[in-house]
């Protein structure tokens, strides 16, 4: 019951409390009125028992003398005319009938040992087919009771008004509590629509869109407070996110510079000596720099990409026509490490796209499928419309070693590389971060397939809203 209730929202949680407490409040004055109703009802029974009693016990006082004065005759006039369906029975303390009832004989066999006359008392009684109101009245005479005046009223009528408010409440309090519950849940929800609203809002915001804010609610209370403290932070990440991609963009633009010149001198140094040992070390440096430079441009690239919501650079391309850019410039690279470089294209695809980025996305996915590649195996790039999803995907797979599944998503991360597949590779770490910026700027998804020593396989979605 714990885990249950600790799964339930704070809405639900709300709206449950309120109902339970108002259902045990209405409940209770529900209970309470009619038991008061039922004690009232009673009450104004008894009395008109008593008032009717008084009434003859008056007469009897009056009219009778001592006890060998009875007389059935007048007895007999003892009646209960103010009493609507009331029965009269007059006994003597032992049980015996003086004056009689049909009805109320029925009820006499048991009394005396049951009940003291000492005082009046008032009971209820199954008397045939109905339930009555039964009271007996000791009659004294000379200080010693003689009697007991035995006077019964229906109580079907009363029974009725019971039963039909009853019936009232089970209807009523049901009914009051599903008012009761959909208010609350009406006013719980309201109450908890600007933080739905914010939460919405929250999860589209990313690296890419923190200057985004959230909408705060017109009312001065703490759900707007807590909108302007998480503002307040975002204004925060969104200083230092920009801080941090200007710096990345400075650094990478001028280290740009230096690194130029260290391969202009080397080159030249290169080319002014004839020592093996010195142009190796030469080499190996020179091909430091190009690494440092495809990094520092990748970088400053990077830095561009975070700071645009979209591609802003779009024209009509042929994607087809990329791909079979892409293929035929990276051929001989396949081809050097006897790797298959296949390409399936379906139908030709118009697309408005910025040309450049994405044809960096094909060759970068492309050049590390070969470059991870066996030798003797093959590398895979399709592409084809999906018409029920309106759009289309380029797709590309090899028979490389594969990515284990806990690393296929930490391979879109900055710098991020698999060295236990890949250790072979000089690569920066950037290139599949910048791919799924790109993709991510036009709109589509870039994901990952890939099966621990059976290869992997790139799909690239882009949707057909955007073709020419």
Known sequence: MTKFFSNLTIKTKLVLA????????????AVVTYRSIGDSRMARLDAELDSHAGKLLMEIDEDMGDQE????DWLSGLTTEDLNDAHLQLLTVTGAAIVKDSLLQTAIADWPSKYSFKSAQHVNLKLGTGDYRVLWQPVEIDGTVLYVLELAMPMQDMLDDMEQLRLLFWILV?????????????????SFRPIVNMTNASRNISVHNLNERLDLPKTQDEVRLLGETLNGLLERLDSSFRSQRQFVADASHEIRTPLAVMRVELEHALGNTSDSLVRADIQSALTEIDRLSKMAGQLLLLARLDSASQSNERESVRIDELLAECVRRLKAFAESKNISLELYIEEAIEYLGDSEKLKSVFDNIIENAIKYCPSESSVQVSLARVRDEHKFQVTISDNGPGIPEDEQQKVFGRFYRATSQRGEGNGSGLGLAIAMRVIELHGGALTIESHDGKGSTFTISLSEDSTA
């Open 18 to 29: 309120y109902t339970t407490i108002f259902g045990i409040l209405i409940g209770s004055f």
């Open 174 to 190: 049901p009914a009051i509590l599903l008012i009761t519950g959909m208010a609350a849940y009406g006013i719980t929800q309201a």
């Open 69 to 72: 004065d009875i007389e059935d």
